[in-house]
């Protein structure tokens, strides 16, 4: 690494063509994909090679949604990009890309030996997921995400592309309109006089660094995983449907999502109080306990909140969150007893439920048994993190699963700042609903839009071998504060975190109270308009907390912008209930008179803007949101000869 000069003194700089922020499925494509092509400089910036939310996540069958390839399956291209585009708030050119590069994306990570089940005949054989017309998801089990990112990882330490690990992003340099460089800390040396502050020149940057994880309390993304959301749109990009989250029940001592057979084999939740008090809570709310038993059983279909659900199986959800926000209590799933309904045997379920467990042959004494029974690795994978569901209740709230929105990007996955691109979840294609297991397929096929993209069709000018003006000024303007950060604040970084997560969780996440939500848009915008003067660091080594608390807060505003514009014009949709008194009551026809939940009313959807997208603009002023039309889904119809002759002109030079 180079020490260039510029008229503040020395920093430590490398000069490449393109820099990808971010070591999980989109980053280490991405790098890989443009190696593949040509690039030679290019390399990948990291907190940390084995953080980040594509190797450290599961679930029960974590998903890979892909076009169908068994024999009995007839699908098309368009077809799929239909079913994505259909979510609601989805540009069209996004939806078919990633319907078009399904195939390729998904037969590259079985190349590189991801262990895609398959038939004897080489099919692999698909099952249905949540918003899937057909079965077009497969798995490779609870961590499928972390095998893909293991594989790619090896294929790009194959080829010998950098990788600077422990490198902290924490700006995008521009200049009209254009990416010239990243600005990093260097978290081996925050305790040196410049801070580990470290230059990157290039041409190119691909974000590749998950949803914004930390902006909530609740959340079962890995506590390695928080996001730089907020480093994007400080830079100029614009977010797109910054509203739209996924939501579950998971368990937060190790953050995990407790859906499919957690839920099937009928748990005990209990309540815990200040006091230690222990109940179970269902049976209090419901009509009768083989009510209560039947929503946690669909629960482990439904996983993911819904407000179409809130009269059905989301009620779940709901009732966890007032037990935690209203009531002050701790939650648990207990598998140890069975809960309050089956003192008679399981006659009292639906038949769907009771059918389900006698053909899986878990018609068993207790929960842990059926789970045993049913799938013995679930209870593996607490007891390797310590937690033993033989002895002990498992701590759960309703939490962030997965931003459906983010930055905006177009069919490239390119964003409104030139040579600026977003692959993953930090980028914007989903709407309101999608089908479970996208998310995996759009981490591959973006990157490689965008790989592709750079080599072949970029026009930003070549980059800088020295410090320009613009670059110095920005590295000047990030020192000075940095510096303030060390005068003397009254808030400490921890505390500062904890305060604006709890509140975004208890009144921002999938139940939306649009006073509450304006009042902590007031408190995030002071925060973050005080912020290097209030801010206080106890040591050096805080410094990266704290920038990173930074981002939290302006990802925040812009998010809360965003939900209160579509709160307020769409009411609830999703995977957010948006609360009114003169609206509908929840759970109608499943609880019971007299209950704590009784008087809880939400405003239903209106069906507004699902053709638009929610555009997001950050300025220093504060967040705009309004919405924009989406980019229709295009309706190809091309000639062999033409396509061909086209394809061959620009992809013959490679850049």
């Known amino acids: 690494m180079k020490l260039l000069e510029w008229e503040g003194g020395r920093i430590p700089t490398e ?22 092509l040509g690039c030679r400089s290019v390399a990948i910036l990291t907190e940390g090679v084995n953080m980040g939310t594509s190797r450290n996540t599961g679930s029960d069958k974590q998903t890979y949604y892909k076009l169908s390839l068994c024999s009995d399956s007839a699908d098309s291209i368009y077809e799929l990009a239909e079913n994505l585009f259909q979510g609601g708030s989805v540009n069209g050119d996004t939806a078919l890309a990633e319907a078009a590069g399904s195939v390729r994306s998904f037969m590259k990570l079985v190349n590189l030996g991801v262990p895609f089940p398959t038939n004897r005949y080489g099919e692999y054989v698909g099952y249905k997921t949540d918003h899937d017309p057909r079965k077009r998801a497969t798995s490779c089990g609870p961590l499928t995400s972390k095998l893909m990112t293991e594989k790619l990882e090896a294929s790009v330490r194959r080829k010998n592309i950098p990788i600077f690990d422990r490198m902290q992003a924490v700006r995008l340099i ?22 580990g502050l470290t230059l990157f020149l290039c041409r190119h940057v691909v974000l590749a660094t998950g949803g914004p ?9 890995p506590q390695s995983q928080t996001g730089m959301t907020g480093m994007a749109l400080e830079a100029g990009a614009h977010g797109c449907n910054l509203q739209e989250w996924q939501y579950g029940l998971a368990s937060i001592k190790f953050r995990w999502n407790v859906s ?3 839920q099937q084999v009928l748990p005990r939740y209990i309540a815990v109080d200040k006091n230690g008090n222990e109940r179970e809570f269902l049976p209090e709310y419901f009509q009768n306990p083989a009510r209560a038993l039947d929503m946690v059983f669909l629960k482990g279909y439904q996983w993911p909140f819904d407000t179409e659900k809130v009269d059905g199986s989301s009620i779940i959800d709901l009732l966890v969150h007032h037990e935690i926000f209203h009531k002050g209590n701790r939650v648990f799933m207990d598998f140890r007893q069975d809960p309050t309904g089956l003192e008679k045997g399981f006659d009292g379920l639906c038949s769907e439920a009771r059918e389900y467990l006698e053909r899986s042959g878990a018609l068993l004494a207790t929960p842990i048994a059926r789970l045993a029974h049913m799938n013995p690795k679930a209870i593996q994978l607490y007891a390797s993190h310590g937690i033993d569901l033989y002895t002990e209740p498992l701590e759960i709230a309703v939490c962030a699963q997965h931003h459906n929105g983010g930055i905006a990007v177009d069919a490239d996955w390119q964003t409104g700042v030139e040579g600026l691109y977003v692959a993953g979840e930090a980028a914007g294609t989903f709407g309101i609903a999608r089908p479970g297991g996208s998310a995996l397929n759009s981490t591959q096929v973006g990157s490689q839009r965008a790989a592709e993209h750079i080599t072949y069709f970029s026009h930003t000018p070549p980059v800088a071998k020295s410090i320009s003006l613009c670059v110095g000024r920005a590295i000047q303007r990030i020192q000075g504060e940095m510096q303030r950060l060390f005068t003397g604040g009254s808030v400490g970084v921890l505390e500062q975190r904890y305060q604006v997560q709890q509140a975004m969780s208890a009144a921002a996440a999938h139940v939306r109270n649009m006073q509450a939500m304006e009042e902590l848009s007031r408190t995030v915008s002071r925060q973050l308009a005080g912020f290097y003067d209030d801010t206080r660091l106890a040591t050096p080594f805080e410094l990266s907390l704290a920038l990173k608390n930074r981002d939290m807060l302006l990802t925040q505003q812009a998010v809360l912008s965003a939900m209160k514009f579509t709160a307020e014009h769409c009411q609830s949709r999703g995977s957010a ?8 009551p929840v759970g109608e026809g499943l609880l019971r008179e007299g209950c704590s939940m009784e008087n809880t009313h939400f405003l239903p959807g209106n069906g507004a803007h699902r053709e638009d997208w929610m555009e997001t603009v950050w300025k220093l002023e504060g967040a705009t949101t309004q919405p ?4 229709p889904l295009p309706r190809t119809d091309d000639w062999f000869e033409t396509t061909w002759r086209e394809y061959d002109a620009s992809h013959s ?3």
């Open 15 to 36: 000069i490449l063509d393109t820099v990808v922020i971010g070591s999980g499925c989109a980053g280490f494509n991405a790098a890989d994909t443009l190696y593949d």
């Open 174 to 195: 521009t200049e009209e309109g254009r990416i010239r460089a990243v600005l990093a800390l260097n978290l081996d040396a925050l305790a040196e006089k410049d801070h």
């Open 213 to 221: 994880a930390m902006i909530y309390s609740a959340s079962v993304y």
């Open 260 to 262: 499919g057979t957690y």
């Open 577 to 584: 209930l948006v609360l009114g008194e003169e609206g509908k």
């Open 628 to 631: 924009v039309p989406v980019r």
């Open 653 to 655: 030079v490679k850049k």
